[in-house]
């Protein structure tokens, strides 16, 4: 080759690079011109504050999910930027009065986004699950007189002696655990114990013990290792990253977990699955279904046609169960058809309605009963302990106070105040439910939120961390004090009081607030009562400077100030009172 077609190559081979380069250059002031107009395209969001790259595209907080970081990120983005954050393209986070009454508010026309429909079972919607106002109402009707207050804490209806019962179970696993050990120093662990606690309270609640009823409190039955393993799937910490999948990638999700033969094989060889099968919640799913079927199975047993249930099983009668089936047999006679209305439901819908309320009452009672004794076991918080103590022990047979067991009554254990201080302290620093609710307006008309106007379509939310940790309303906000709830006893004024009973919301408010909020009060309150009237606590060694670790949806929650965290573990002592009190 000679020396002019060496050079004339080069030429071209440098044009054909320069070309190359030139068009990537395009192509790079193409796609920013593309995202700078999808960013400023909506004028009204491009008004709100936030950081760049949260509002040019949604995986930037989906980085901080992926974390586990998302929650504590809302909330350094308020501390930042003010009430109003633009999060994301179209998702807004907020946290002021003025957003909680305007986005949670009674008749508000928000709506629970697509996030929540993770949480449908067997394919169906729940109370959870429903968005359109319409739907959710006439199924919060059906269920609504069953959770009430007169109910859970009457003394002949299911709750309290259920409850009570299981009360009677705790305290016998801590004496057997107790002598058992030769080891003194060993200690109990409660974060697992306390979720065997709320899932044979749920269970028994919702379906009564003949069809449903877990007995994984007691360590004698024949069910109990099956009961306890129920839960397995629950804690295992891979749950986190299956959220994140669900929530980010959901038709891809689905498809990974749908494949069966050959493809099944290969997307397990490959590892592909966020989380090994069983997937979260499909044990408790499984036995949610059975407790249906065999229910269902159980009124057709005599007689081709479906019977109402029958008077002597009080116990199936009373339950959530019996009592749903009831509505909907009566609703269906009052209409004279099977499953023509949305109010109407088949056996799928009430075993999906129930299978998610069993879901929602696990977790959130047994953290929030483990953070409470975590809480007042630590040293720096032992006065707090000691006043619970006097208040229970002051509690009187006399008085009607304790029951036939020599255990609080519902009743007494729901008014004593220093215990539901300790309670809603609880519940503000270590909310079970921290994270974002995320709420939608779907109706062409936007929405005017603390003076931001937003477009339809936008998600909106807030976060219970971020308002529990609002310092221009809880004073040292990071502080476990129970008595800033008591009016007179903090430094807090009166005001200060009514504006903190507003700034709480664990448990949500308005029309999707927490159903099962009476029922989850009545089980901490016995618990903690009886617990307290026999045993002092303290933290084991394994628990020195260390936060037990929840889970909710991609994050580990715990107490932020401390230097360590047990997942999923908490170790305590309890050490009966009359020891303390011959040792002093
Ligand atoms: C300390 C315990 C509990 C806490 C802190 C809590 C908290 C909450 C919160 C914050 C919500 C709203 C979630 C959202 O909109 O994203 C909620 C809803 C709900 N909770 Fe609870 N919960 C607790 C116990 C229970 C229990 C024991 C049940 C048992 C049935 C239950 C059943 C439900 C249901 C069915 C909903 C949906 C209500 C609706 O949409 O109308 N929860 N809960």
Known sequence: MDSNRILTHAAQAIASCNNAITALAFAIIAFILYYTYEFRKNSDLHKIPGPYLFALTKWRLALEDWRGTRTMCLRNLHEQYGPAVRVGPTEVSFASQDALR?????????????????????????LFTFGPARQHAERKKALAHAYSKTTVL????????????????????????RNDDNDKTRGHEIFHSLHWFSLDSITGFLYGDRFGGTHALQQSHHSCDQDRRLLDDILDPARRRLSW?????????????????????????????????????????????????????SLTTDSTEIQPISERDLSTS??????LYQHNLSSQIKTGSLRTSSCLMDGLDMASELADHLLAGIDTTSDAIMFAIWALSRPEQAHYQARLLDEVAAMSDA???????????ADA??????????????????????????????SSKGALIDGWRIPAETVVGMDPYTMHRNPEIFREPL??????????????????????????????????????????????????????????????????????????????????????????????????????????
Not at 158 to 177: D, G
Not at 399 to 409: C, L, M, R
Not at 491 to 519: K, N, P, Q, V, Y
Request: aromatic residues 12%; hydrophobic residues 40%.
């Open 413 to 442: 254990s729901d008014k004593l105040p220093f215990l539901a201080a300790v309670i809603k302290e609880t519940l503000r620093l270590y909310a079970p439910l921290p994270a974002t609710e995320p709420r939608m307006r779907t």
């Open 318 to 323: 009373q339950s959530i169960m019996g009592r």
């Open 245 to 297: 999948f669900a929530v980010h990638l959901p038709k891809y999700t689905r498809w990974l977990y749908t494949r069966t033969g050959l493809l099944e094989k290969v997307v397990q060889i490959l590892r592909l699955l966020p989380m090994d099968k069983p997937s979260t919640y499909t044990a408790i799913r499984a036995h949610a279904l059975k407790s249906w079927y065999s229910f269902e199975e």
């Open 479 to 584: 502080v476990f004090r129970p008595d800033r709830w008591l009016a007179g006893q903090g430094s807090e004024t009166d005001d200060e009081h009514a504006t903190m009973r507003r700034w709480f919301w664990a448990f949500s408010s308005g029309g999707r607030m927490c159903i099962g909020m009476h029922l989850a009060m009545a089980e901490m309150t016995m618990l903690l009562a009886a617990i307290y009237r026999k045993y002092t606590t303290r933290l084991h060694f394994k628990q020195q400077n260390a936060s037990p670790g929840i889970t909710s949806r991609f994050e580990v929650f715990c107490d932020e100030t401390m230097p360590n965290i047990t997942e999923h573990e908490c170790w305590v002592h309890f050490d009966p009172i009359e020891n303390v009190n011959k040792a002093a």
């Open 154 to 177: 009457h003394p002949e209806a299911t709750a309290t002696p259920l409850i009570q019962k299981n009360v009677r179970s705790y305290l016998a696993l801590i004496e057997s655990q």
């Open 399 to 409: 008085n009607g106070e304790i029951d036939q067991h020599g255990n609080p009554t």
């Open 102 to 126: 305007t986005i949670y508010g009674a008749g508000s026309g928000f709506e629970r986004t697509s996030f929540y429909r993770m949480f449908d079972v067997y394919g169906r919607q729940n």
